[in-house]
């Protein structure tokens, strides 16, 4: 099986018509996933033609449902227009939103997920983030999908380098999906949504999660570990080098103090059971070791 994205899984494409939107349609095409059109306001009634496929341009994201029978949709919209995109995703009861803009306002990115709770129907993941993939089935997003193939491992991560690096690292196992939620201080998905996903899917026998420094959402993922979690978790957090009080890449990696340093991460995360690799080529050999592969 697989979480949040499988064959059964319809995209449609919001910024489509834009340049980030083109490329990365063409690419998710490429790959196999099942796209049968877009969103541009203004733009609705245009016919796009990507490397073949005729694909249609809808002003809503409801028009767009209604037409395609979507079930997922995926972002490549400019930080400032960004909200009020996944907003019209949310209105119009999209099941899945993937939001891969950089540079959204936290303002703007705690507002639509607040409303995406309130109404209740729609899981984001993202913003900033690099999308998820199930090999085989479908890739939302801009991970490369000729890194890996299907298996049994669940791979869930702050990181979209690192998700890359750790597909890469496994492939000769591969995964049943690999979602990168993002590393912003406000995201839709968290490692605790994502391990309960996999821990409720049968064919993931393993999960490799992969944090950061900044917040303290690894020491809850390793709470919700302990409770919840029975299959093997092997972990990497990266930025342990990284100097005290330096923001480092994303929004949400900053170390105050003790809170959220890589150690207190790793701490928690041993404490939980999980074993915590130190590079992620190291992390991958203890996953290989748990599998006897």
Known sequence: ??????????????????????????????????????????KGGQLVDIDGHQLPVFNTVA????ATGANTSVVFVPPKFAKAAVIDAID????????????????????????????????????????????GKSNVGIIPANITGAGPIGLVSKSGTLTYQMMYELREIGFTT?????????????????????????????????????????????????????KPVIAYVAGFTAPEGKTMGHAGAIVSGSSGTAQAKKDALEAAGVQVGQTPSETAQLLRDILGR
């Open 178 to 230: 690999a979602v990168g939620i993002g590393g912003d201080p406000v995201i839709g998905t968290t490692h605790i949504d994502a391990l309960r996903a996999f821990q409720d899917d049968p064919e993931t026998t393993a999960i490799v999660m992969i944090g950061e420094i900044g917040g303290d959402a690894e020491e809850r993922a390793a709470a919700f570990i302990v409770q919840y979690v029975t």
């Open 63 to 66: 028009e767009a449902m209604s």
């Open 92 to 135: 119009a009861l999209m099941p899945l939103v993937v939001v891969i803009t950089e540079g959204i306002p936290v303002h703007d990115a705690a507002s639509f997920y607040a409303y995406s709770v309130s109404k209740g129907t729609t899981r984001i993941i993202g913003p900033n983030c690099p999308g998820l993939i199930s090999p």
């Open 1 to 42: 099986m697989a979480i949040f994205l499988n064959e059964e899984s319809i995209l449609i494409v919001q910024g489509m018509t834009g340049s980030e939107g083109t490329k990365h349609t063409r690419r998710m095409l490429a790959s196999g996933t099942k796209i049968l059109g877009g969103v541009t306001p203004g």
